[in-house]
């Protein structure tokens, strides 16, 4: 790095257990509420280690409880920055600390008629980035990814170089996806960073602990932290689902460090993330250095098309589009066309509609 970084310091996944909103005027008081626990997390463990990350769930200022994007930006959504990310840079400065905010429900002027599942990096210095969910949770979320606006000119897949090491976001959904992951760590991201909202039955424990073995595999894959905040929130806050809560903190062999019990309910949970250990082995690893043995150009699909892209060209995204758009995609696979021929080597002839 060209900065002084911290070597070791320890970071916080912070869930929460919050009513539903059902508009703005909720999210003043959660804003408060997650300040407090800023608050806690620092204060409390301040005998054990300095903490010095700390991130909050999906959803934690609002949900899309609404069906249209009409109704989740007359009701809901907010521009980002704003009053709330201006209270968390005063908190950031306050206590020297970096903020993985719960997301917010956005709208941007320059991309009418779209509502973006948003989270913001906040620390001392002010906002550091802020990252809009690319694999929207289909199809009951209607929010635009950036891969659904053409001519989309910024960062999809930011990172910010800190005193605590290179950080870089994803949210929920995006985490099953091997490749947006890879995004962020071939940036050189030191922690990964989930900030989700994790329904039952995939959730914390067996036989369907999608929760913690995706967030393991890809630390591990990656060579790094992984410090991830789920939704603790009862079934009677966000039905019809159930929320496993299970927040934790996962090394870069993919070790459990700390890990909330499954179930609702709000929770803190810290581990110690050290940095300098991390670039040692990243350093010093000639085996299961999965970023360097990468093989780029033998990965012949890859850049196949998938989920269409241009999404919100045509208008506001809806629930019907979302499923339509889906079937257009599974047309695409190899499996959905069993018969279909094959080319040289085996592989599936590409499809005249396969392109976007």
């Known amino acids: 790095m060209s900065r002084d970084f911290i070597p070791r310091y320890w970071a916080a996944a912070c869930q929460t257990d919050f009513p539903n909103p059902t508009d703005r005027s909720a999210i003043p008081q959660r804003v408060d509420h997650m300040l407090g626990m800023i608050d806690r997390a620092v204060v409390g463990y301040r005998p054990f280690g300095d903490v010095k990350l700390l991130v909050f769930p999906e959803f934690a200022h609002a949900a899309p409880v609404y069906a249209t994007v009409e109704e989740l930006a007359d009701r809901l959504a907010l521009p980002v920055p704003n009053e709330h ?26 991309h009418p008629g779209c509502v973006f599942n948003t989270t913001c990096l906040i620390g001392p210095e002010g906002l550091l980035y802020k990252y809009r969910k ?35 976001c994803a949210i929920c959904y995006d985490w099953l996806f091997p490749e947006a992951i890879r995004e962020l760590a071939l940036q050189g991201a030191d922690i990964l960073i989930r900030v989700s909202a994790y329904m039952d039955p995939w959730g914390a424990t067996a036989p369907m602990d999608w929760w913690t073995v995706v967030n393991r595999c890809r630390a591990l894959e990656n060579l790094a932290y992984v410090v991830a905040a789920n939704q603790g929130a009862s079934a009677s806050h966000y039905p019809p689902f159930s929320w496993p809560g299970g ?24 581990a110690p993330i050290d940095l300098a250990a991390l670039r040692a082995e990243r350093e010093r690893r000639s085996g299961h250095h999965m970023l360097a ?36 995609a599974k047309e695409r696979l190899p499996g959905a066309r069993a018969s279909g021929p094959l080319a040289p080597g085996g592989a599936p002839q590409m499809d005249p509609r396969d392109t976007h």
């Open 85 to 110: 990310t201006d209270r968390y840079h005063r908190k950031a400065r306050e206590l020297g600390v970096y903020v993985q905010t719960g997301s917010f429900l956005e709208t941007d002027p320059r």
């Open 293 to 328: 043995h990468r093989r780029t150009e033998a990965y012949a699909h890859a850049l196949r098309p998938g989920y269409p892209t241009g999404a919100a060209a045509g208008g506001p995204i809806t629930l019907a589009g979302n499923d339509a758009r889906t079937r257009e």
């Open 247 to 270: 927040s934790m903190v996962v090394d870069y062999d993919g070790r459990l460090l700390a890990q909330a019990d499954p179930g609702p309910g709000e929770k803190i949970v810290v």
């Open 134 to 168: 690319v694999h929207v949770w289909l199809p009951w979320e209607v929010h635009a990814s950036p891969h659904d606006l053409p001519g989309y000119a910024e960062h999809v897949f930011p990172v910010a170089e800190t005193e605590i090491g290179i950080l870089g």
